[in-house]
């Protein structure tokens, strides 16, 4: 899902998996594991995506970086 950020392109979410996609400007993508449902909502309703990932979903959930 496109969404409009000065730091964050996309967000994908699977719900089977709870793994969430977060896609920056720069092109980097990283895939967050474990997150709930709800805190991918909350990011979604947020009103500044980049604060919302910074205190909310950075350094709280074990990532990794997709590569291109």
Not at 48 to 66: C, H, M, T, V, W
Request: net charge negative; no cysteine; charged share 30%.
């Amino acid at each position: 899902m496109q969404i409009e950020s000065a730091a964050i392109s996309d967000i994908r979410y699977d719900e089977d998996r709870a793994k969430l996609f977060v896609r920056f400007l720069d092109g980097d993508e990283y895939v967050y594991v474990g997150v709930p449902g709800e805190v991918h909502r909350s990011f979604i309703d947020a009103d500044s995506k980049g604060r919302f990932f910074a205190y909310e979903i950075r350094d709280q959930y074990p990532y990794n970086k997709l590569q291109a």
